[in-house]
T-cell receptor, first 113, second 107 residues
Framework: EAGVAQSPRYKIIEKRQSVAFWCNPI?????LYWYQQILGQGPKLLIQ????????DSQLPKDRFSAERLKGVDSTLKIQPAKLEDSAVYLC???????????FGPGTRLTVL | EDQVTQSPEALRLQEGESSSLNCSYT??????LFWYRQDPGKGPEFLFT???AGEEKEKERLKATLTKKESFLHITAPKPEDSATYLC????????FGTGTRLQVTL
C-alpha cells in the first residue's frame, strides 16, 4: 500500500514570496491533515479536512495561509506572502476516518530567507 | 484549553537499560491517545492508539499504557535502533501533540 506522498521535499524562498505544497493521501482515507512542525517542537495542526469539507482550521493563519482539498483526494497548502517565521517542516497526514490513527508523509522543509 | 505535556524532554539510555516516557494530558472528553515515533528528517510513524483508562498495547520492546490523566511508553531492553523522538497526541475536541521526548540509546 502506497503511503502519503508530498512534494516538494525542500523549498527555499525569500520573504514575501508565495509557495505551495502538495499532498496525495493514502487511497480511501477520508480525513486529511496539514501540520506545521518547527524544529524541536511537536506538530501543530493547521487544518483538517473530512472528505471535501473543513473540520478544523482554528490554528490556520488565514491572512496568509490557505488550503483546499479538491474532490476529497489531493490537497494543496499555500502561503502568500511568506514570513521568516514560516520556516518549518510542513507535514501532511491522512487517516481512514476521524479518531483513527494518522499516517504521515515525509514532509516539506521550507526555509524563508 | 487542551494541554499535552511530555517528559523528560530528552533521555539517554544504555543498551538494555529499561525506562519509561510520560505523556500527561488535560482535556475534556478524551477520544483517543496516540503514540508516534519520529526519526530525523522523516514524518512521524504510528505506534499505538489507546482509547480508555486501563488499556495497554505492546509491540516488540514497547508497551503503552493509559490512565485518566497520563500515558506511559515503557521501553524494555532498548537497542540503539530505538533512538528517535517519541511523540504523543491526544484527541478531544481537537488533536493536540506534545513536544516529544528525544531518546538516545547507546552501546
Amino acid at each position: 500500500e502506497a503511503g502519503v506522498a508530498q512534494s516538494p521535499r525542500y523549498k527555499i524562498i525569500e520573504k514575501r514570496q508565495s509557495v505551495a505544497f502538495w499532498c496525495n493521501p493514502i487511497s480511501g482515507h477520508a480525513t486529511l491533515y496539514w501540520y506545521q512542525q518547527i524544529l524541536g517542537q511537536g506538530p501543530k495542526l493547521l487544518i483538517q479536512f473530512q472528505n471535501n469539507g473543513v473540520v478544523d482550521d482554528s490554528q490556520l493563519p488565514k491572512d496568509r495561509f490557505s488550503a483546499e482539498r479538491l474532490k476529497g483526494v489531493d490537497s494543496t497548502l499555500k502561503i502568500q506572502p511568506a514570513k521568516l517565521e514560516d520556516s518549518a517542516v510542513y507535514l501532511c497526514a491522512s487517516s481512514l476516518n476521524l479518531d483513527f490513527e494518522q499516517f504521515f508523509g515525509p514532509g516539506t522543509r521550507l526555509t524563508v530567507l | 484549553e487542551d494541554q499535552v505535556t511530555q517528559s523528560p524532554e530528552a533521555l539517554r539510555l544504555q543498551e538494555g537499560e529499561s525506562s519509561s516516557l510520560n505523556c500527561s494530558y488535560t482535556v475534556s472528553g478524551l477520544r483517543g491517545l496516540f503514540w508516534y515515533r519520529q526519526d530525523p528528517g522523516k514524518g512521524p510513524e504510528f505506534l499505538f492508539t489507546l482509547y480508555s483508562a486501563g488499556e495497554e498495547k505492546e509491540k516488540e520492546r514497547l508497551k503503552a499504557t493509559l490512565t485518566k490523566k497520563e500515558s506511559f511508553l515503557h521501553i524494555t531492553a532498548p537497542k540503539p535502533e530505538d533512538s528517535a523522538t517519541y511523540l504523543c497526541a491526544v484527541r478531544a475536541s481537537k488533536l493536540t501533540f506534545g513536544t516529544g521526548t528525544r531518546l538516545q540509546v547507546t552501546l
